[in-house]
């Protein structure tokens, strides 16, 4: 759980260098203080009383410094020259030891906590980004830092030296008139109570509000996402009811309840201020009557007052600002404390050693020893595999959905860990392995492969920056890309789009495929690779497929059995478990599942012929 105090240890690298900038920024704030106070002790020398002690013993110091006598022009001199000093050297050192820190820290803090943000999301679980989209992913990471860094500035630049400014007032106040001081900061006290407790009502309905806000832009990433299907199945009309009916909901809550909120606050504020400024006045104006105090010092204080009560309503508004921005910096300190996935890798030792050579090298032999999984304990997805697949053989995983193939590759690429038995890979457990170096042996080509935004180039060495031109192009000839790829406007430099979408589903495919090539990969899986394409698309990667086999252990995840025939060896599974294993000749003389699987799909392709 997110709390307060997360959001201050956000710039927790940067504290020597937050309080000395702040600190600065609140002694320049304090030097304000010096003109109502030289004002006043201008008036006492006008109206014919004598200065106060400590401007006594500087108007003296100067007067022995420079040989000038002591009277009434030297005692004006001075209070002025203060004056004058204070007014000329306030922008420029403000300008410097304020605001140039104030910014400098959170912009680095916010280059420092993308980078967190970024390791994060590639050390989550895969769950998460079953249940959460991109959009709301992204969203609430760029809102959450963006308000960090406006937020640090206003906070450390003017919140906290106006804070210690009305300190220093009360200070000063106190010693001219130590019962008005106590007044004035017992008003001051009730008002930021009273400020902080309505904040906390808001923060609750900010908090609320934000997570409303979050579904509604993320289901506006899910339309750009789907637009194809949007715009196929007409339900364009459907789509803006369904978000305007949410916006329209926001503002009334926004307007409402928070908006409404806020505006109460500021009429409450702005009524006791003036209330207790009057107050203030008329206490300062008896004593001065009354001859307590000087009217040099009527002046003082009440311009101190005014100066003060004038902070409440910059303070009041950095605290409602700081309330608004406050549900998305806890919202990402909430997402920085999930907890990373079981399968994340050691980025920081993973970039240590980046320039290393792998230490794996594998002969490709892998065996599974008792495996059991399930997603949820009680209701297992694998029960009791025991296989072993030899170095450079060609194994099919066959079977209905939901019988446990993906699984089975998730298990060997450690997305997760097996509740029971083990996988070995030439004799070792891979959970004993460094899972960075034991992945980068392995490659798979998905059902979807994923094409970032670039260049074919880009996406080709995405596994293998260092590959030689020489390299893709062997990498391409094997997977059949090489035939398409020369057709292009830029050839290995054409830009696919997001998404890989000026690529057909057959190109991406052997794209995939060249790109898992160009890894060398000891272990080498097909995850029905060949199951939404057409006849065509399909042909060929099945002899792109075949002109791998052998060079290396390679797994083949499919629907149609077309694509498995040349496997050496066929395993079925159902429910499970593994019922059947052998070649495709000899798991159709044993007329079992595999042999109704395939007189099925050849039925449908007579029907389809």
Same mark, same amino acid.
């Given at each position: 759980?997110?709390?307060?105090?997360?959001?201050?240890?956000?710039?927790?690298?940067?504290?020597?260098?937050?309080?000395?900038?702040?600190?600065?920024?609140?002694?320049?704030?304090?030097?304000?203080?010096?003109?109502?106070?030289?004002?006043?002790?201008?008036?006492?020398?006008?109206?014919?009383?004598?200065?106060?002690?400590?401007?006594?013993?500087?108007?003296?110091?100067?007067?022995?410094?420079?040989?000038?006598?002591?009277?009434?022009?030297?005692?004006?001199?001075?209070?002025?020259?203060?004056?004058?000093?204070?007014?000329?050297?306030?922008?420029?050192?403000?300008?410097?030891?304020?605001?140039?820190?104030?910014?400098?820290?959170?912009?680095?803090?916010?280059?420092?906590?993308?980078?967190?943000?970024?390791?994060?999301?590639?050390?989550?679980?895969?769950?998460?980004?079953?249940?959460?989209?991109?959009?709301?992913?992204?969203?609430?990471?760029?809102?959450?830092?963006?308000?960090?860094?406006?937020?640090?500035?206003?906070?450390?630049?003017?919140?906290?030296?106006?804070?210690?400014?009305?300190?220093?007032?009360?200070?000063?106040?106190?010693?001219?008139?130590?019962?008005?001081?106590?007044?004035?900061?017992?008003?001051?006290?009730?008002?930021?109570?009273?400020?902080?407790?309505?904040?906390?009502?808001?923060?609750?309905?900010?908090?609320?509000?934000?997570?409303?806000?979050?579904?509604?832009?993320?289901?506006?990433?899910?339309?750009?996402?789907?637009?194809?299907?949007?715009?196929?199945?007409?339900?364009?009309?459907?789509?803006?009811?369904?978000?305007?009916?949410?916006?329209?909901?926001?503002?009334?809550?926004?307007?409402?309840?928070?908006?409404?909120?806020?505006?109460?606050?500021?009429?409450?504020?702005?009524?006791?201020?003036?209330?207790?400024?009057?107050?203030?006045?008329?206490?300062?104006?008896?004593?001065?009557?009354?001859?307590?105090?000087?009217?040099?010092?009527?002046?003082?204080?009440?311009?101190?007052?005014?100066?003060?009560?004038?902070?409440?309503?910059?303070?009041?508004?950095?605290?409602?600002?700081?309330?608004?921005?406050?549900?998305?910096?806890?919202?990402?300190?909430?997402?920085?404390?999930?907890?990373?996935?079981?399968?994340?890798?050691?980025?920081?030792?993973?970039?240590?050693?980046?320039?290393?050579?792998?230490?794996?090298?594998?002969?490709?032999?892998?065996?599974?020893?008792?495996?059991?999984?399930?997603?949820?304990?009680?209701?297992?997805?694998?029960?009791?595999?025991?296989?072993?697949?030899?170095?450079?053989?060609?194994?099919?995983?066959?079977?209905?959905?939901?019988?446990?193939?993906?699984?089975?590759?998730?298990?060997?690429?450690?997305?997760?860990?097996?509740?029971?038995?083990?996988? /070995? !890979?030439?004799? +070792?457990?891979?959970? %004993? $392995? &460094?899972?960075?170096?034991? *992945?980068?042996?392995?490659?798979?080509? #998905?059902?979807?492969?994923?094409?970032?935004?670039?260049?074919?180039?880009?996406?080709?060495?995405?596994?293998?920056?260092?590959?030689?031109?020489?390299?893709?192009?062997?990498?391409?000839?094997?997977?059949?890309?090489?035939?398409?790829?020369?057709?292009?406007?830029?050839?290995?430099?054409?830009?696919?789009?997001?998404?890989?979408?000026?690529?057909?589903?057959?190109?991406?495919?052997?794209?995939?495929?060249?790109?898992?090539?160009?890894?060398?990969?000891?272990? /080498? !899986?097909?995850? +029905?690779?060949?199951? %939404? $394409? &057409?006849?065509?698309?399909? *042909?060929?990667?099945?002899?792109?497929? #075949?002109?791998?086999?052998?060079?290396?252990?390679?797994?083949?995840?499919?629907?149609?059995?077309?694509?498995?025939?040349?496997?050496?060896?066929?395993?079925?599974?159902?429910?499970?478990?593994?019922?059947?294993?052998?070649?495709?000749?000899?798991?159709?003389?044993?007329?079992?599942?595999?042999?109704?699987?395939?007189?099925?799909?050849?039925?449908?392709?007579?029907?389809?012929?």
């Amino acid at each position: 759980m997110a709390t307060f105090r997360d959001i201050i240890k956000y710039y927790q690298a940067y504290l020597p260098l937050s309080i000395s900038s702040i600190g600065a920024s609140s002694a320049l704030e304090l030097t304000d203080l010096i003109v109502p106070y030289a004002i006043g002790q201008i008036l006492n020398v006008l109206s014919g009383r004598s200065t106060d002690w400590p401007m006594q013993q500087l108007i003296r110091a100067i007067a022995n410094l420079t040989g000038l006598p002591t009277n009434q022009l030297l005692s004006l001199s001075v209070p002025l020259g203060l004056i004058f000093l204070v007014s000329i050297t306030k922008g420029p050192s403000m300008a410097w030891l304020g605001h140039w820190y104030h910014w400098v820290v959170p912009l680095k803090a916010r280059r420092d906590h993308f980078q967190k943000a970024v390791q994060k999301i590639l050390t989550l679980p895969l769950e998460f980004y079953d249940e959460n989209n991109p959009g709301r992913i992204a969203n609430r990471i760029s809102k959450g830092v963006l308000n960090h860094t406006w937020t640090y500035p206003e906070i450390a630049g003017i919140l906290i030296p106006k804070l210690v400014r009305v300190f220093g007032i009360f200070i000063v106040i106190f010693l001219i008139e130590s019962r008005i001081a106590l007044l004035f900061l017992a008003s001051f006290i009730f008002i930021l109570s009273f400020t902080l407790k309505s904040l906390q009502y808001i923060a609750k309905i900010e908090i609320a509000f934000d997570k409303y806000e979050e579904n509604t832009e993320s289901h506006n990433s899910e339309i750009i996402t789907n637009i194809k299907t949007v715009k196929a199945f007409a339900t364009e009309t459907q789509e803006l009811q369904r978000q305007t009916t949410r916006i329209n909901r926001a503002l009334k809550v926004v307007i409402g309840r928070i908006h409404k909120s806020y505006v109460w606050l500021s009429m409450y504020q702005t009524s006791i201020v003036e209330f207790c400024l009057f107050f203030i006045l008329g206490l300062t104006l008896f004593a001065t009557l009354s001859g307590e105090i000087s009217l040099g010092y009527f002046v003082t204080i009440y311009t101190l007052a005014s100066m003060a009560y004038a902070e409440i309503t910059p303070i009041s508004q950095l605290t409602e600002e700081f309330v608004r921005r406050y549900a998305s910096m806890i919202r990402f300190h909430e997402f920085m404390q999930l907890p990373i996935g079981s399968d994340a890798a050691n980025l920081t030792e993973a970039i240590a050693k980046s320039t290393d050579i792998n230490p794996y090298k594998f002969t490709g032999k892998v065996e599974l020893e008792k495996l059991s999984f399930g997603y949820n304990p009680n209701k297992p997805v694998l029960k009791d595999i025991n296989l072993l697949i030899t170095p450079c053989q060609t194994i099919a995983l066959v079977g209905k959905s939901g019988s446990g193939k993906s699984t089975l590759v998730k298990l060997l690429f450690r997305y997760f860990s097996p509740n029971q038995g083990k996988i /070995l !890979i030439d004799g +070792e457990d891979i959970n %004993s $392995l &460094d899972i960075t170096g034991y *992945r980068r042996r392995l490659a798979i080509v #998905h059902q979807e492969v994923d094409i970032f935004n670039g260049t074919l180039l880009s996406n080709l060495t995405y596994g293998n920056p260092q590959a030689t031109f020489e390299q893709i192009k062997e990498a391409c000839k094997i997977a059949k890309a090489d035939e398409f790829i020369q057709q292009m406007p830029q050839g290995y430099y054409t830009v696919v789009g997001e998404r890989g979408m000026r690529l057909s589903g057959g190109q991406r495919q052997r794209i995939g495929i060249a790109r898992a090539l160009l890894v060398d990969p000891d272990v /080498l !899986i097909f995850d +029905e690779a060949t199951s %939404s $394409l &057409d006849y065509e698309s399909e *042909r060929a990667i099945q002899l792109a497929m #075949h002109d791998i086999f052998g060079t290396r252990t390679t797994i083949i995840i499919a629907h149609r059995l077309s694509t498995v025939r040349e496997a050496d060896k066929i395993v079925v599974l159902d429910q499970g478990r593994i019922v059947e294993v052998g070649s495709h000749e000899d798991l159709l003389r044993q007329e079992g599942i595999y042999h109704r699987l395939h007189s099925l799909q050849e039925s449908a392709s007579r029907i389809v012929g």
